[in-house]
C-alpha cells in the first residue's frame, strides 16, 4: 500500500510541475556547452550533442560580431529595405521571388529531425545571446527562427541568387524596357574593374611534402572580415575548424583530423533563363509551352521600406512559370531564372561534409549535388586530393546555346535532370601530385593529367585561363619537399606574371617614342623584375598604369580579361600606351608630390571600426602592405575598393581567412585572418593579426583539446560572458 501512495504522490508531483520556460531550456543547454578561447580569441565550442554545438557556436559568432551575423539574415530573409530604405527593395524582392517566408517555414517543417534541430539550435543560440545581451540593439531581428538558414544555405562568397540583377528586377517591375545597352557596359566594366571573385585551392601528394602526408591550401578571396574562424567540436563525431560565414551553422572552409575542404567559385554554368511566350485569355496569364498552355503562377508579396522614420510597404506581384520566377525581359519577352533551389538538401550537404573521415564519405556526400556556385579541392588523410569541378550540372540539350536565353516554349530547352559526380569535372590522385584551381580553367588543373576539354559537353566548363592560375602553375611545375612553411612562402609568391605580360610593351613603346618627361619611370620599370614589395616604386607605377588600362583602354570583342592584359601589353597603339602612362605618372605626383612612391606607402591596411562597409581615412593610423591585386596574378590577393575620398589605396577584399593543413597520423594547420576575430574596436582580437598578416606570420591553429587548453584566455559556458 506504501508503494502506490508513493508513486500516487509523485505522479501528482510530476503533475505540478511547469514546463520549462523557453530561458530555462537556453540556460539548460548551456550547461552542455563550452566554449575556450585562445590567444587569438578563436572560440573552440565543444558540445555533447551537434545541437549543442551549434547553439554554441552561434552564441560565439554573435559575441564576436552581431552585426555581421544579423546583417547577413535581413540581407537574405528579404528586410533589407527595412534598414537601408526603399533602393534596397529589389534586392528584397529578389529573395521572395525565390522564396517567401512561408515557404521557409515549410522547408524546415520537412527537413529530417536531425537537421530541425540544427536549426533549432541556431536559433536558440542567437536568442540566447540576445537575451543575455541586453546592451546590444539589433538593428532589425529581435528575434531568430529556426526556418531563417533555408534562406542562406550555402556560405559561398557570391551564391548563386546574388547573380540575378536586381537593376534588372526593378526594369521589369518600373518599366517594363531593356537596361539601355550603354548603362549594362558600364556595370560590366566596373565588375571587371573591381578585384576578382574567387579563390585559390591547392593540393599536395604526400609524394612531394617532407612529411610524405597530404597539404591542402585553403585560400579564399573574400571580403575583409566576411567569414570568422572557428572550431566546433561534438561528441556526435563533428570536429570541424575553419571559417564559418557569419551567421551558419556549418564550417564552409575547413578541415576535420582526417580530410579538409576548399571552395573556389565556379564556372561551371548552374543557372539558365527562358524567355517565356505569354498569352492573356480571360484576363489570366499563361505561357506557351509545347503543345499546351501552362498557368502563370501569380501571387504578391508587400514588402516594406524605411523612409525617413517611417516604415512604408509597396506591394508586388510575382510571376512563376516551371523554369523559375519571371526577373527581366530579354528579346521583348518575359525571362524566368532558373537555378538550384533546394534549401534543406544544400544544408544537409554543407553539414554532413563536415563529418566526412575519408574520400568514400566524401565523395558520397557529394552525390546530393547541392553546392552550386562551387567547385572543391580536396585533401585527407589517406593521401587522397581530389577536385571536383562545379556539383550540381544540369543536363542540357547541346544544341541550345544557354550561354543566351532560350526559348521557354520549346520543351527541349528544359532542364533534363542532373549529370552524376562521376559525368561531372573529376581530377583524383592525378601523377605529377598536385591539384590547383584559381578559378581557371579546370583543364590545366594538373598539367598533363588534366581532364580533357573534348570529353565535355560545353557548359561544363569555360575554358579561361587567369593570370593567379598561371602563377600556380608556375610556382607547382617540378617542385617538391613541400611543408607548412614553405607552402605557405609560395601562397604569398611576389612575382606579378600580369605585368610581366602589360609591361615590356609599355617599354618597347617609350623606346620607339621616348620623352623627357617619362625617362625616369619608364626606367625604374626597365629595371623592375615583375616582383611586389612594400618598398617597390615600380609595383605603384604598374598598379596605377594597369588599372587606367582597365577603366579606359580599348577592349577588341572576344576576349577575356587575361587576352585583355595580353592585347594591351602588345598590339596596343604606343601613343595609347604612353597617354595612359603619363596619366597614371601626373595622378601620383597631383596626390603624392612625387611618382616615386613605394608601394607600401600608397598601399595600405586600415581597420577603424566595426562597420561593414569600412570607412578609410588618411589621417589616421595604418599599416604599410607588399601583397597586389589578384587581377595582376598575386596569388595572396589584395584588392582595394576605389571610392573613399582617400588617395592612399586601402584593401577590402582578398585574402581574408587563409590555412594551409597537413593531414597525417595527427592533423597539423596554420592559418591567418585579416585584422582579427572580433568585430568590437574594443576587444584585443580586432585588429591583432593585422601586422601578422602584412608580415606573413601565421599562427598555428589549435586543434587537439590539449593545445587548445594551453593557449586558453578564457573558458566559460553562454551565458556566462
Known amino acids: 500500500m506504501r508503494t502506490v501512495t508513493l508513486a500516487a504522490l509523485l505522479l501528482c508531483f510530476s503533475c505540478t510541475q511547469k514546463p520549462q520556460t523557453e530561458v530555462e531550456e537556453w540556460e539548460a543547454q548551456a550547461k552542455n556547452i563550452t566554449i575556450i578561447r585562445d590567444d587569438f580569441g578563436v572560440p573552440h565550442i565543444y558540445g555533447k ?124 517591375y518600373e518599366s517594363g524596357m531593356e537596361i539601355p545597352e550603354m548603362e549594362l557596359l558600364q556595370q560590366k566594366k566596373k565588375e571587371e574593374m573591381a578585384e576578382p571573385k574567387g579563390s585559390n585551392g591547392i593540393a599536395i601528394s604526400g609524394d612531394l611534402t617532407q612529411s610524405g602526408n597530404a597539404m591542402l591550401l585553403i585560400n579564399p578571396h573574400t571580403s575583409f572580415y566576411f567569414r570568422g574562424e572557428v572550431h566546433v567540436v561534438s561528441e556526435e563525431g563533428l570536429n570541424a575548424y575553419g571559417a564559418v560565414t557569419w551567421g551558419q551553422f556549418f564550417v564552409y572552409q575547413g578541415f576535420n583530423e582526417k580530410t579538409g575542404w576548399m571552395h573556389t567559385s565556379t564556372y561551371t554554368d548552374v543557372m539558365d533563363e527562358f524567355k517565356e511566350t505569354l498569352v492573356k485569355n480571360d484576363g489570366k496569364l499563361f505561357y506557351q509551352y509545347g503543345e499546351e498552355l501552362r498557368s502563370v503562377d501569380s501571387t504578391s508579396v508587400t514588402l516594406k521600406y524605411k523612409e525617413g522614420e517611417e516604415l512604408k510597404e509597396k506591394t508586388f506581384p510575382m510571376y512563376h512559370t516551371h523554369h523559375g520566377p519571371i526577373t527581366h525581359i530579354a528579346d521583348g519577352q518575359w525571362t524566368a531564372s532558373a537555378m538550384m533551389w533546394e534549401p534543406v538538401k544544400a544544408l544537409e550537404q554543407s553539414y554532413i561534409r563536415t563529418k566526412q573521415d575519408g574520400y568514400a564519405g566524401f565523395r558520397k556526400m557529394m552525390d546530393i549535388r547541392t553546392n552550386s556556385s562551387n567547385n572543391t579541392v580536396y585533401a585527407d588523410a589517406e593521401g587522397n586530393i581530389a577536385y571536383f569541378h562545379g556539383n550540381f550540372v544540369p543536363k542540357r540539350d547541346v544544341a541550345f546555346d544557354y550561354t543566351q536565353p532560350v526559348d521557354g516554349s520549346n520543351p527541349k530547352t528544359d532542364w533534363q535532370g542532373l549529370h552524376t559526380v562521376d559525368e ?298
Open 49 to 172: 550533442t551537434d545541437a549543442d554545438a551549434v547553439f554554441g557556436l552561434l552564441y560565439a559568432q554573435c559575441e564576436d560580431d552581431f552585426n555581421r551575423v544579423e546583417q547577413n539574415y535581413i540581407w537574405a530573409t528579404g528586410r533589407l529595405a527595412e534598414v537601408e530604405g526603399e533602393e534596397a527593395l529589389y534586392s528584397d524582392l529578389r529573395a521572395k521571388l525565390f522564396m517567401t517566408e512561408e515557404e521557409a517555414k515549410a522547408n524546415y517543417e520537412k527537413s529530417p529531425e536531425w537537421l530541425k534541430q540544427l536549426c533549432d539550435a541556431f536559433a536558440d543560440g542567437i536568442n540566447y545571446y540576445l537575451y543575455t545581451h541586453p546592451e546590444v540593439k539589433p538593428k532589425l531581428l529581435t528575434r531568430f527562427e529556426p526556418w531563417m538558414p533555408m534562406y542562406f544555405s550555402e556560405g559561398s562568397i557570391g551564391g548563386d541568387i546574388e547573380r540575378i540583377s536586381t537593376r534588372k528586377i526593378q526594369t521589369f
Open 424 to 721: 561531372n569535372i573529376l581530377v583524383l590522385n592525378p601523377k605529377n601530385g598536385w591539384i590547383q584551381n584559381c578559378n581557371s580553367t579546370p583543364y590545366t588543373s594538373a598539367l598533363e593529367y588534366s581532364p580533357k576539354k573534348e570529353d565535355y559537353p560545353n557548359y561544363m566548363s569555360r575554358d579561361q585561363e587567369n593570370f593567379r592560375g598561371i602563377h600556380a602553375i608556375e610556382l607547382l611545375t617540378g617542385r617538391s619537399g613541400y611543408t607548412l612553411d614553405s607552402l605557405i612562402q609560395l601562397a604569398h609568391d611576389p612575382y606579378l606574371p600580369a605585368f610581366n605580360v602589360l609591361i615590356p610593351g609599355l617599354v618597347k613603346a617609350y623606346d620607339a617614342h621616348p620623352t623627357p618627361e617619362l625617362k625616369e619611370p619608364i626606367e625604374t620599370l626597365r629595371q623592375w623584375d615583375f616582383t611586389t614589395s612594400k618598398e617597390s616604386v615600380a609595383m605603384t607605377l604598374a598598379h596605377y598604369y594597369g588599372t587606367l588600362c582597365y577603366s579606359k583602354a580599348e577592349r577588341p570583342e572576344g576576349m577575356y580579361s587575361m587576352q585583355w592584359v595580353e592585347y594591351w601589353g602588345s598590339d596596343w597603339l604606343d601613343d595609347q600606351k604612353l597617354g595612359l602612362f603619363k596619366e597614371a605618372v601626373e595622378k601620383l605626383n597631383s596626390d603624392f608630390g612625387t611618382w616615386q612612391m613605394p608601394w607600401g606607402e600608397v598601399n595600405r591596411y586600415q581597420r577603424l571600426n566595426g562597420d561593414i562597409r569600412q570607412a578609410f581615412d588618411d589621417a589616421k593610423p595604418s599599416i604599410p602592405v607588399g601583397f597586389a591585386s589578384g587581377i595582376w596574378g598575386a596569388l595572396a590577393a589584395y584588392g582595394a575598393r576605389y571610392d573613399n575620398n582617400t588617395k592612399k589605396i586601402y584593401g577590402t577584399r582578398g585574402n581574408s581567412f587563409v590555412a594551409v593543413v597537413e593531414f597525417g597520423n595527427k592533423v597539423k594547420a596554420k592559418t591567418m585572418l585579416a585584422g582579427g576575430q572580433s568585430g568590437d574596436p574594443n576587444s584585443p582580437h580586432f585588429n591583432d593579426q593585422a601586422q601578422r598578416y602584412a608580415d606573413i606570420q601565421w599562427k598555428d591553429a589549435a586543434y587537439y583539446k590539449e593545445d587548445v587548453l594551453k593557449r586558453a584566455e578564457a573558458t566559460y559556458h553562454p551565458g556566462e560572458k
